[in-house]
Nanobody
Framework: QVQLVESGGGLVQAGGSLRLACVAS?????MGWFRQAPGKDREFTAS????????LYADSVKGRFTISRDNAKNTVYLQMNSLKPEDTAVYYC????????????????WGQGTQVTVSS
C-alpha cells in the first residue's frame, strides 16, 4: 500500500486561506481528501484522478476549495479559500488504484490526518 503524510493544517480566521499537502510514496493513484468534524461521520471533500485532469468536489466546498497534484513530487494539494467555521475538521488524504470516486470504501490507503480549525 502507498504511504501518505499530510501537512499544512492549523488555525485560521473565517474568510482566510490554508493549503494542505499530502506526500505519497507513489503517483499512479486517484487521490481524495476527506474530513471528519467532532461528532460527525467522515465525509468526502475533493478528489483528483491519477493524471490530475479530472476533479470532483463536495457541494459544500465547490468554488472555494481546489485540489491539484504534482506527480513529479508525488504530492497532492488542497487549496482552501474563504474558509468557514463549518470547515473545522480533521482532514485525511487517501489513495486508491480504482477510478476517481467519492466513496471512502474505495480508498485503500489513508494518512494520519491534519487538524484544520476555523475561528468565527
Amino acid at each position: 500500500q502507498v504511504q501518505l503524510v499530510e501537512s499544512g493544517g492549523g488555525l485560521v480566521q473565517a474568510g482566510g486561506s490554508l493549503r494542505l499537502a499530502c506526500v505519497a510514496s507513489g503517483s499512479r493513484y486517484a487521490m481524495g481528501w476527506f474530513r471528519q468534524a467532532p461528532g460527525k461521520d467522515r465525509e468526502f471533500t475533493a478528489s483528483v484522478n491519477f493524471s490530475g485532469g479530472t476533479t470532483l468536489y463536495a457541494d459544500s466546498v465547490k468554488g472555494r476549495f481546489t485540489i491539484s497534484r504534482d506527480n513529479a513530487k508525488n504530492t497532492v494539494y488542497l487549496q482552501m479559500n474563504s474558509l468557514k467555521p463549518e470547515d473545522t475538521a480533521v482532514y485525511y488524504c487517501a489513495a486508491t488504484r480504482r477510478l476517481i470516486t467519492t466513496d471512502p470504501l474505495a480508498y485503500d490507503s489513508w494518512g494520519q490526518g491534519t487538524q484544520v480549525t476555523v475561528s468565527s
